[in-house]
Each structure stands twice: as structure tokens, then as C-alpha cells.
């Protein structure tokens, strides 16, 4: 009995440094047991082990279905993602032919009118507000304005052929028709249309610019000595003289030159071209 203890040593441990049988080394809890009868080693599992966790989350996950119901995939009314590409996608949106570029007469600019409107809406405020004025002052037992009892007395005493009386008709008429004019018309003479390229984008060149921008091709044809251009909606006047090379050589050049610079101005509706090249006149 005493050789056994001396040999586990002061504490009760074996000599190699192992705990009793069925633990490892020292604080590490319990690896391997012998099975009797079978001589092999069984690998003990320690509590809460991977097997135990797996089993906690599969019960929370029964509580959370019995508590919600089964996952049955998004709500019928629930947006669907879309293909980044697909045929309701934007990126393959065609907006169609943008309006002005097809056949048909292009739209032109309309003028906002400011000046004729501020004019005719002070006017017609001004006389309208005085003529209340005066209608409620007789109204309330007051004499009327001077100015109305002697344009009632004078229209009482003039003739309808009166020189004065046609002469005011004549200036009303034309005011009027002046009116009616600004209204109906677009104005902006001086703008022409370029071709649309986008449904939402509308540009237009000034007459002048356009002109100035023929004039710098016409000059670029050899044999061009000096040019003037003029731009109108529906024409395109061109004057050239040349002092060398032959007069149709010069033409055919020029004529090619200005059909090519129409083209890059992007005109709505290409003017024709009226050219005409002479000769410069002799000095002395």
C-alpha cells in the first residue's frame, strides 16, 4: 500500500503528469475513456458541445414559426426586382422621333409680347379705373367729370362723317388690327429653327450669325474676292465677286461651299440658295 502511494507522489498524480483515470493533463478536462472489455477509447462530447447548440437554435426557430407562420416567400402585392436590362427597364426607353425633325412645315419661336401687352394692360387699367371713379362719384350725388360730360356733348353734336370722328375711328381700327396681329403671329423673325435632335430641346440661330457664318465659306473658295450674304426664312441671297479664275468655275465651288455650311447650321427647313458672282468693277 505504501509502495502505491509513493508512487502517484504527495498529491495523489501519477509520475507522467496525468490526472486520474479518465482526465487529460492537467486543466483540461476529461478526453478519453476506456470502454471494459473492448480495450478501445471513447472520445467524451463536454457539455453544451456543438450538438447541444444546434438543438437550442433548432427550437427557437419552431418557436418563431409556430409565433409568425411558415415563410411563404414575399407578399403577393410586394414589388419583384427587375432585371437591370429588361423590357421595362429605362435604359431601354426609345422617346420616338422628336417632333420638328419629320416632314412638315418646323415650328418657329413665338415672341412673348411684354412691351404691346404692358402697354394695352396700363392703358386699359388706367381708363377703366377712371371711369369707375367717375360712375360711383355720380352714383354717390356728385357731378360727373368735366371730361366726360364734354365728350358726351361734343358726341352728341359731331356728325358720323366728321373729319375727327373717322380720323379717331381710323386710329382705333388700327390699334386694334396691330393687336390682333401680335396675337396671331409668332414674331421672332429673326430666329431660325435648327433641327431637333431631342423631344425636350428646342435651339434656334439668329439670321445675322447664320449669314456671317456663309459669308467666312464663301470666302474660303478661291477666287472670291469679297461676298455679301443675306438669310432670310425660305432664302439665302449670296453676291460674290471674283477677280481671277472663271466665272463658273468660281460658282460650281461656291455653290458646293454653301450647301455644305447649310448643312452644318442644322437648319429645321434648308433655304434655297440664290447665288449670283460678277466681276469686281474697274477702279478709274
Not at 387699367?125 to 356728385?142: N, P
Not at 360730360?149 to 366728321?162: K, M
Not at 477666287?223 to 449670296?238: D, K, L, N
Request: net charge positive; aromatic share 4%.
Amino acid at each position: 500500500m505504501s509502495d502505491r502511494l509513493s508512487e502517484r507522489g504527495p498529491t495523489g498524480q501519477d509520475p507522467t503528469g496525468q490526472g486520474p483515470r479518465g482526465q487529460g493533463p492537467r486543466g483540461q478536462g476529461p478526453t478519453e475513456r476506456e470502454q471494459p472489455g473492448h480495450g478501445q477509447t471513447e472520445r467524451e462530447r463536454p457539455e453544451g458541445g456543438p450538438t447541444a447548440a444546434g438543438e437550442a437554435v433548432r427550437e427557437e426557430g419552431a418557436r418563431e414559426e409556430a409565433a409568425n407562420g411558415p415563410d411563404h416567400g414575399p407578399a403577393p402585392g410586394a414589388d419583384a426586382p427587375l432585371p437591370p436590362y429588361g423590357p421595362g427597364s429605362a435604359t431601354r426607353h426609345d422617346p420616338g422621333p422628336a417632333p420638328g425633325t419629320g416632314r412638315g412645315r418646323p415650328p418657329r419661336f413665338w415672341s412673348a409680347r411684354r412691351i404691346p401687352a404692358a402697354l394695352v394692360a396700363l392703358v386699359v387699367l388706367g381708363a377703366a379705373g377712371l371711369l369707375l371713379y367717375d360712375v360711383a362719384a355720380v352714383r354717390a350725388g356728385r357731378p360727373a367729370m368735366y371730361w366726360r360730360r364734354e365728350l358726351a356733348t361734343q358726341l352728341a353734336q359731331q356728325r358720323l362723317d366728321g373729319t375727327w370722328l373717322l380720323t379717331a375711328a381710323a386710329v382705333a381700327m388700327a390699334l386694334g388690327l396691330w393687336l390682333l396681329v401680335l396675337a396671331l403671329t409668332p414674331g421672332l423673325r429673326g430666329l431660325l429653327p435648327m433641327r431637333r435632335e431631342a423631344a425636350h430641346v428646342r435651339a434656334g440661330l439668329d439670321r445675322d450669325a447664320a449669314a456671317l457664318i456663309l459669308r467666312d465659306r464663301a470666302m474660303e473658295v478661291s477666287g472670291v474676292r469679297s461676298a455679301r450674304v443675306r438669310v432670310r426664312r425660305r432664302r439665302v441671297t449670296v453676291r460674290a465677286d471674283a477677280h481671277f479664275r472663271e466665272l463658273g468655275a468660281v460658282r460650281a465651288d461656291l455653290a458646293e461651299a454653301l450647301d455644305i455650311g447649310l448643312d452644318e447650321l442644322g437648319l429645321a427647313r434648308t433655304p434655297a440658295v440664290r447665288l449670283r458672282v460678277r466681276r469686281p468693277p474697274k477702279k478709274g
